[in-house]
């Protein structure tokens, strides 16, 4: 079992949707958790942490986190074009800020 | 403007030849990492160095080398390139000591192909 689960996508949704990227993690010891955006050609940047269970929201963009499920989901309101990427899912493994990725939803938003 | 940089974006090396992929950061972070990229596989990490001289495995350090022999620079080497390390390397950097920010500050990555 890989340690952080994505789906690959690509998810396409319309402009003004809301986007919802999922994600789980299997080490249950994990207490801190990430979204990193990536777009085509370029390195990943981090948009958004999340270290609580419940929701984060910063903007049009909210996290969840539920331990007990080891889930993990952001969403995106108002899709824009500009939000065209690929989401990356990042969970800290052991020491020393060690970030474990998941493979990466790409999402499509289209006008 | 803070910044982790690679020295080449793009390489391509003979099977069997020595590959050197440096990385320079200059934020002064303690913790320095190298990660490939490959499509539907995403970033996995390959070693990582939480001090000078100091050196972790990551998930797929098979075929790899690193070294650190100053703060600022984290190099990675291919001992004998082969042509399944054709791959997009990624080296990124973050602040030792806190474990909550997770904002590892990513290169521009180098392009390698091995043919």
């Known amino acids: 079992q890989k340690e952080v689960e994505q789906n690959s996508g690509p998810l396409s949704v319309p402009e003004g949707a809301i986007a919802s990227l999922n994600c789980t993690y299997s080490?249950?010891?994990?207490?801190?958790f990430f979204w990193y955006r990536q777009y085509s050609g370029k390195s990943p940047e981090l948009i958004m942490s999340i270290y609580s269970n419940g929701d984060k929201e910063d903007g049009r963009f909210t996290a969840q986190l539920n331990k007990a499920s080891q889930y993990v989901s952001l969403l995106i309101r108002d899709s824009q074009p500009s939000d065209s990427a690929t989401y990356l899912c990042?969970?800290?493994?052991?020491?020393?800020?060690?970030?474990?990725f998941g493979a990466g939803t790409r999402l499509a938003v289209h006008p | 403007d803070v910044k982790v940089t690679q020295s080449s974006r793009y390489l391509v090396k003979r099977t069997g030849e020595k590959v050197f992929l440096e990385c320079v950061q200059d934020m002064d972070h303690e913790n320095m990492f190298w990660y490939r990229q490959d499509p539907g596989l995403g970033l996995r990490l390959i070693y990582f160095s939480y001090d000078v001289k100091m050196k972790e495995k990551g998930d797929i350090p098979e075929g790899y080398s690193v070294s650190r022999e100053k703060k600022e620079r984290f190099s990675l080497i291919l001992e004998s390139a082969s042509t399944n390390q054709t791959s997009m390397y990624l080296c990124?950097?973050?602040?030792?000591?806190?474990?909550?920010?997770?904002?590892?500050?990513f290169g521009e990555g180098s392009r390698l192909t091995v043919l």
């Open positions: 990042a969970v800290v493994s052991g020491g020393y800020n060690k970030l474990i």
């Open positions: 080490d249950r010891g994990s207490q801190s």
């Open positions: 990124a950097s973050i602040r030792g000591g806190r474990r909550d920010t997770g904002e590892l500050f």
